[in-house]
Protein backbone atom coordinates (compact mmCIF):
# COMPACT_ATOMS: atom_id res chain seq x y z
CA UNK A 1 0.00 0.00 0.00
CA UNK A 2 1.32 3.27 -1.12
CA UNK A 3 0.36 7.47 -1.04
CA UNK A 4 -3.06 8.64 -0.37
CA UNK A 5 -4.29 12.54 -1.34
CA UNK A 6 -7.36 13.75 -0.64
CA UNK A 7 -10.53 14.45 -4.15
CA UNK A 8 -12.12 17.42 -4.25
CA UNK A 9 -14.07 17.18 -7.38
CA UNK A 10 -17.84 16.20 -7.25
CA UNK A 11 -18.90 12.90 -9.07
CA UNK A 12 -22.01 12.37 -11.58
CA UNK A 13 -24.36 11.97 -8.34
CA UNK A 14 -22.59 15.07 -6.64
CA UNK A 15 -21.70 13.46 -3.75
CA UNK A 16 -18.02 13.72 -2.80
CA UNK A 17 -15.69 11.21 -3.99
CA UNK A 18 -13.80 9.26 -1.63
CA UNK A 19 -10.32 9.72 -1.11
CA UNK A 20 -8.07 8.25 -3.22
CA UNK A 21 -5.81 4.92 -1.84
CA UNK A 22 -3.28 3.27 -4.19
CA UNK A 23 -2.38 -0.30 -3.86
CA UNK A 24 0.23 -2.39 -5.06
CA UNK A 25 -0.19 -6.53 -6.03
CA UNK A 26 3.12 -7.27 -7.57
CA UNK A 27 3.77 -5.24 -10.54
CA UNK A 28 0.07 -4.23 -10.54
CA UNK A 29 -1.42 -1.07 -9.18
CA UNK A 30 -4.66 -0.52 -7.90
CA UNK A 31 -6.39 2.26 -6.84
CA UNK A 32 -9.79 3.47 -4.79
CA UNK A 33 -10.98 6.43 -6.12
CA UNK A 34 -13.11 8.53 -8.69
CA UNK A 35 -11.54 7.43 -11.94
CA UNK A 36 -11.33 11.32 -13.54
CA UNK A 37 -9.93 12.74 -10.57
CA UNK A 38 -6.98 9.47 -10.59
CA UNK A 39 -6.60 9.96 -14.16
CA UNK A 40 -6.15 14.15 -14.31
CA UNK A 41 -2.63 12.60 -12.26
CA UNK A 42 -1.55 10.22 -14.51
CA UNK A 43 0.63 10.93 -16.91
CA UNK A 44 0.15 11.89 -21.00
CA UNK A 45 0.98 9.01 -23.23
CA UNK A 46 1.74 6.39 -20.45
CA UNK A 47 -0.96 3.47 -21.18
CA UNK A 48 -0.96 1.00 -24.41
CA UNK A 49 -4.14 -0.85 -24.26
CA UNK A 50 -7.55 0.53 -21.90
CA UNK A 51 -10.17 -2.07 -21.52
CA UNK A 52 -13.23 -1.25 -19.34
CA UNK A 53 -16.86 -1.41 -19.10
CA UNK A 54 -17.94 1.88 -17.30
CA UNK A 55 -22.05 1.76 -15.38
CA UNK A 56 -24.32 1.44 -18.25
CA UNK A 57 -26.92 3.34 -16.36
CA UNK A 58 -29.18 1.01 -16.77
CA UNK A 59 -30.22 1.38 -12.58
CA UNK A 60 -27.81 -1.82 -11.67
CA UNK A 61 -27.32 -1.86 -8.00
CA UNK A 62 -24.15 -1.44 -7.31
CA UNK A 63 -22.39 -0.92 -3.84
CA UNK A 64 -21.83 2.63 -4.14
CA UNK A 65 -22.59 3.94 -7.59
CA UNK A 66 -25.91 5.36 -8.34
CA UNK A 67 -26.52 4.24 -11.81
CA UNK A 68 -29.35 6.06 -12.76
CA UNK A 69 -28.24 9.22 -13.73
CA UNK A 70 -29.94 11.57 -16.24
CA UNK A 71 -29.01 10.92 -19.48
CA UNK A 72 -27.25 14.17 -20.17
CA UNK A 73 -25.49 13.99 -17.23
CA UNK A 74 -24.54 10.53 -17.49
CA UNK A 75 -22.84 11.83 -21.53
CA UNK A 76 -21.10 14.58 -19.97
CA UNK A 77 -19.25 12.72 -17.69
CA UNK A 78 -18.59 9.97 -19.81
CA UNK A 79 -16.84 12.31 -21.92
CA UNK A 80 -15.25 14.20 -19.11
CA UNK A 81 -13.56 10.63 -18.49
CA UNK A 82 -13.05 9.81 -22.36
CA UNK A 83 -11.13 12.92 -22.45
CA UNK A 84 -8.54 11.74 -20.33
CA UNK A 85 -8.62 8.27 -21.64
CA UNK A 86 -7.26 9.60 -24.73
CA UNK A 87 -4.70 11.57 -23.14
CA UNK A 88 -3.00 8.83 -21.11
CA UNK A 89 -3.31 6.47 -24.00
CA UNK A 90 0.04 6.36 -26.62
CA UNK A 91 -0.63 7.55 -29.83
CA UNK A 92 -0.33 3.72 -31.11
CA UNK A 93 -2.82 2.69 -28.11
CA UNK A 94 -6.20 0.74 -28.00
CA UNK A 95 -9.32 1.73 -25.99
CA UNK A 96 -11.86 -1.06 -25.65
CA UNK A 97 -15.16 -0.04 -24.35
CA UNK A 98 -17.66 -2.58 -23.49
CA UNK A 99 -20.86 -1.05 -23.12
CA UNK A 100 -24.51 -2.10 -23.92
CA UNK A 101 -27.81 -0.55 -23.90
CA UNK A 102 -31.28 -1.57 -21.98
CA UNK A 103 -34.89 -1.43 -23.34
CA UNK A 104 -35.54 1.81 -21.64
CA UNK A 105 -32.42 2.88 -23.03
CA UNK A 106 -31.63 1.53 -26.27
CA UNK A 107 -30.27 4.56 -27.87
CA UNK A 108 -27.12 5.16 -25.03
CA UNK A 109 -24.09 3.33 -26.41
CA UNK A 110 -25.27 4.89 -29.92
CA UNK A 111 -25.31 8.41 -28.25
CA UNK A 112 -22.27 8.24 -26.94
CA UNK A 113 -20.59 6.38 -29.74
CA UNK A 114 -21.92 9.87 -31.87
CA UNK A 115 -19.98 12.01 -29.13
CA UNK A 116 -16.80 9.85 -28.95
CA UNK A 117 -16.15 10.22 -33.03
CA UNK A 118 -15.06 14.04 -31.76
CA UNK A 119 -12.05 12.33 -29.99
CA UNK A 120 -11.05 8.79 -31.96
CA UNK A 121 -11.43 6.61 -34.41
CA UNK A 122 -13.41 3.86 -34.58
CA UNK A 123 -11.32 1.35 -35.67
CA UNK A 124 -13.67 -1.80 -34.79
CA UNK A 125 -17.05 -2.70 -33.71
CA UNK A 126 -16.55 -6.13 -32.40
CA UNK A 127 -20.05 -8.03 -30.79
CA UNK A 128 -19.29 -9.43 -27.93
CA UNK A 129 -21.95 -12.58 -28.01
CA UNK A 130 -22.94 -14.14 -24.09
CA UNK A 131 -25.29 -16.78 -25.68
CA UNK A 132 -26.33 -18.14 -28.93
CA UNK A 133 -28.36 -20.51 -30.51
CA UNK A 134 -27.46 -22.44 -33.34
CA UNK A 135 -29.87 -24.69 -35.09
CA UNK A 136 -32.07 -26.17 -31.59
CA UNK A 137 -28.80 -25.81 -29.85
CA UNK A 138 -27.90 -23.01 -27.08
CA UNK A 139 -24.43 -22.17 -26.01
CA UNK A 140 -23.44 -19.92 -22.92
CA UNK A 141 -25.81 -17.93 -20.63
CA UNK A 142 -28.27 -14.67 -21.19
CA UNK A 143 -30.30 -13.03 -18.45
CA UNK A 144 -33.60 -13.25 -20.01
CA UNK A 145 -36.30 -10.25 -20.62
CA UNK A 146 -39.49 -10.98 -19.12
CA UNK A 147 -41.67 -8.75 -22.69
CA UNK A 148 -43.64 -9.37 -25.10
CA UNK A 149 -41.92 -6.67 -27.16
CA UNK A 150 -37.86 -7.23 -26.43
CA UNK A 151 -35.84 -9.77 -27.47
CA UNK A 152 -33.86 -11.04 -24.68
CA UNK A 153 -30.36 -8.67 -24.99
CA UNK A 154 -27.19 -12.09 -25.67
CA UNK A 155 -24.97 -9.66 -27.28
CA UNK A 156 -23.23 -6.02 -25.62
CA UNK A 157 -20.88 -3.66 -28.03
CA UNK A 158 -16.76 -3.81 -27.66
CA UNK A 159 -15.68 -0.51 -29.25
CA UNK A 160 -12.39 -0.75 -30.49
CA UNK A 161 -11.49 3.26 -30.62
CA UNK A 162 -7.83 4.64 -31.36
CA UNK A 163 -6.69 7.79 -31.40
CA UNK A 164 -5.42 7.55 -35.28
CA UNK A 165 -7.64 4.84 -36.42
CA UNK A 166 -4.45 2.92 -37.83
CA UNK A 167 -3.15 0.74 -34.96
CA UNK A 168 -1.60 -2.55 -36.46
CA UNK A 169 -3.13 -5.35 -34.41
CA UNK A 170 -1.98 -9.13 -33.87
CA UNK A 171 -5.05 -10.35 -35.80
CA UNK A 172 -3.66 -14.23 -35.45
CA UNK A 173 -2.99 -13.75 -31.90
CA UNK A 174 -6.93 -13.83 -31.29
CA UNK A 175 -7.42 -15.92 -34.68
CA UNK A 176 -9.23 -19.10 -35.05
CA UNK A 177 -7.82 -22.44 -36.80
CA UNK A 178 -9.38 -22.73 -41.00
CA UNK A 179 -12.37 -25.41 -40.83
CA UNK A 180 -11.39 -26.07 -44.89
CA UNK A 181 -7.59 -26.96 -44.21
CA UNK A 182 -6.86 -27.21 -48.07
CA UNK A 183 -7.04 -23.13 -48.29
CA UNK A 184 -3.79 -23.08 -46.14
CA UNK A 185 -1.82 -24.23 -49.15
CA UNK A 186 -3.70 -23.07 -51.67
CA UNK A 187 -3.94 -19.31 -50.13
CA UNK A 188 -0.02 -19.84 -48.93
CA UNK A 189 -0.44 -19.07 -45.75
CA UNK A 190 2.03 -19.73 -43.39
CA UNK A 191 -0.29 -21.36 -40.32
CA UNK A 192 -3.38 -22.44 -40.04
CA UNK A 193 -5.10 -19.69 -38.30
CA UNK A 194 -7.26 -17.02 -40.10
CA UNK A 195 -8.66 -13.73 -38.57
CA UNK A 196 -11.90 -15.01 -36.11
CA UNK A 197 -13.69 -11.51 -37.43
CA UNK A 198 -15.73 -8.46 -35.20
CA UNK A 199 -18.14 -11.32 -33.40
CA UNK A 200 -16.68 -12.75 -30.35
CA UNK A 201 -18.50 -15.69 -28.21
CA UNK A 202 -17.31 -15.69 -25.07
CA UNK A 203 -19.48 -17.09 -22.70
CA UNK A 204 -19.67 -16.68 -18.95
CA UNK A 205 -18.58 -19.59 -16.42
CA UNK A 206 -21.51 -21.17 -15.26
CA UNK A 207 -21.99 -20.39 -11.81
CA UNK A 208 -24.05 -21.36 -9.16
CA UNK A 209 -24.68 -17.98 -7.11
CA UNK A 210 -24.14 -14.38 -6.92
CA UNK A 211 -20.93 -15.30 -4.98
CA UNK A 212 -19.06 -16.59 -7.81
CA UNK A 213 -19.67 -13.48 -9.74
CA UNK A 214 -17.72 -11.75 -6.90
CA UNK A 215 -21.42 -10.31 -5.17
CA UNK A 216 -21.07 -7.55 -8.05
CA UNK A 217 -23.76 -6.83 -10.94
CA UNK A 218 -21.83 -6.37 -13.70
CA UNK A 219 -18.45 -8.16 -13.99
CA UNK A 220 -17.05 -9.68 -17.95
CA UNK A 221 -15.54 -13.43 -18.13
CA UNK A 222 -11.66 -12.63 -17.86
CA UNK A 223 -10.85 -13.89 -21.45
CA UNK A 224 -12.39 -10.67 -22.75
CA UNK A 225 -9.62 -8.27 -21.67
CA UNK A 226 -7.35 -11.08 -22.02
CA UNK A 227 -8.64 -11.54 -25.83
CA UNK A 228 -8.30 -7.40 -26.23
CA UNK A 229 -4.92 -7.43 -24.57
CA UNK A 230 -3.44 -10.35 -26.86
CA UNK A 231 -5.21 -8.62 -30.17
CA UNK A 232 -3.31 -5.82 -29.42
CA UNK A 233 -0.23 -6.84 -28.99
CA UNK A 234 2.83 -5.04 -27.54
CA UNK A 235 4.85 -6.98 -25.22
CA UNK A 236 4.94 -5.63 -21.23
CA UNK A 237 2.26 -3.28 -21.86
CA UNK A 238 0.57 -1.07 -19.41
CA UNK A 239 -3.20 -2.03 -19.32
CA UNK A 240 -5.65 0.61 -17.79
CA UNK A 241 -9.40 0.07 -16.42
CA UNK A 242 -10.50 3.06 -15.01
CA UNK A 243 -14.51 1.33 -13.94
CA UNK A 244 -12.04 -1.98 -12.63
CA UNK A 245 -14.79 -3.68 -10.52
CA UNK A 246 -13.48 -6.79 -9.14
CA UNK A 247 -10.30 -6.35 -11.02
CA UNK A 248 -11.33 -8.96 -13.94
CA UNK A 249 -8.96 -6.95 -16.46
CA UNK A 250 -6.28 -6.76 -13.94
CA UNK A 251 -5.91 -10.65 -13.76
CA UNK A 252 -6.35 -10.72 -17.41
CA UNK A 253 -3.35 -8.12 -17.79
CA UNK A 254 -1.36 -10.72 -15.62
CA UNK A 255 -1.92 -13.76 -17.39
CA UNK A 256 -0.92 -11.57 -20.69
CA UNK A 257 2.47 -10.41 -18.57
CA UNK A 258 1.37 -7.11 -19.02
CA UNK A 259 1.02 -4.69 -16.12
CA UNK A 260 -2.26 -3.08 -14.80
CA UNK A 261 -3.32 -0.48 -13.30
CA UNK A 262 -7.30 -0.29 -12.09
CA UNK A 263 -9.49 2.63 -10.65
CA UNK A 264 -12.91 1.64 -8.53
CA UNK A 265 -15.00 3.82 -6.61
CA UNK A 266 -16.00 1.26 -4.09
CA UNK A 267 -13.73 0.19 -1.92
CA UNK A 268 -15.19 -3.40 -1.19
CA UNK A 269 -14.78 -4.20 -4.88
CA UNK A 270 -11.13 -2.93 -4.76
CA UNK A 271 -10.86 -5.36 -1.74
CA UNK A 272 -12.09 -8.09 -4.18
CA UNK A 273 -9.92 -7.23 -7.17
CA UNK A 274 -6.82 -7.04 -4.93
CA UNK A 275 -7.32 -10.32 -3.89
CA UNK A 276 -8.35 -11.54 -7.28
CA UNK A 277 -4.77 -10.26 -7.89
CA UNK A 278 -2.60 -11.66 -5.20
CA UNK A 279 -4.69 -15.24 -6.19
CA UNK A 280 -3.55 -14.78 -9.59
CA UNK A 281 -0.11 -13.94 -8.91
CA UNK A 282 0.25 -16.57 -6.55
CA UNK A 283 -1.21 -19.45 -8.93
CA UNK A 284 1.15 -17.80 -11.85
CA UNK A 285 4.17 -18.46 -9.21
CA UNK A 286 5.36 -14.77 -9.24
C1 LIG B 1 -19.62 -2.41 -15.07
S1 LIG B 1 -18.74 -2.29 -13.59
C2 LIG B 1 -17.14 -2.91 -14.04
C3 LIG B 1 -17.00 -4.38 -13.75
C4 LIG B 1 -15.65 -4.98 -14.13
N1 LIG B 1 -15.47 -5.01 -15.57
C5 LIG B 1 -15.54 -6.40 -13.56
O1 LIG B 1 -15.40 -7.37 -14.35
O2 LIG B 1 -15.60 -6.55 -12.33
C6 LIG B 1 -18.49 -0.56 -13.39
C7 LIG B 1 -17.73 -0.17 -12.14
O3 LIG B 1 -17.51 1.24 -12.17
C8 LIG B 1 -17.37 1.68 -10.82
N2 LIG B 1 -17.47 3.15 -10.81
C9 LIG B 1 -18.58 3.93 -10.91
N3 LIG B 1 -18.24 5.24 -10.87
C10 LIG B 1 -16.88 5.30 -10.77
C11 LIG B 1 -15.94 6.36 -10.71
N4 LIG B 1 -16.31 7.66 -10.72
N5 LIG B 1 -14.63 6.04 -10.61
C12 LIG B 1 -14.23 4.75 -10.59
N6 LIG B 1 -15.09 3.71 -10.62
C13 LIG B 1 -16.39 3.97 -10.72
C14 LIG B 1 -18.46 0.90 -10.09
O4 LIG B 1 -18.20 0.81 -8.70
C15 LIG B 1 -18.42 -0.47 -10.81
O5 LIG B 1 -17.65 -1.40 -10.07
Known sequence: MAGRSTTTAGGPQGAAPPRTVRYREGPHQLVRGDCLKVLRRMPAESVDVVVTSPPYNIGLRYSTYNDTLDEQGYLDWMMAIARQVRRVMKPDASFFLNIAGSSAQPWLPFELMVRLRGLFALQNHISWVKSISIGTETFGHFKPVNSHRYLHRNHEHLFHLTRSGDVNLRRLDVGVPY????????????????????????????????????????????????????????????????????????????????????????????????????????????
Not at 188 to 196: K, N
Not at 211 to 233: D, E, W
Not at 252 to 278: K, M, N, P
Open 179 to 286: MDKSNIARRGHRQDRRCRGDTWFVPYETVQGKAQKYNHPGTFPVSLPQMCIRLHGRPDAVVLDPFMGTGTTIVAALREGARGIGIDLDSGYVDIARERVRAALRESGA
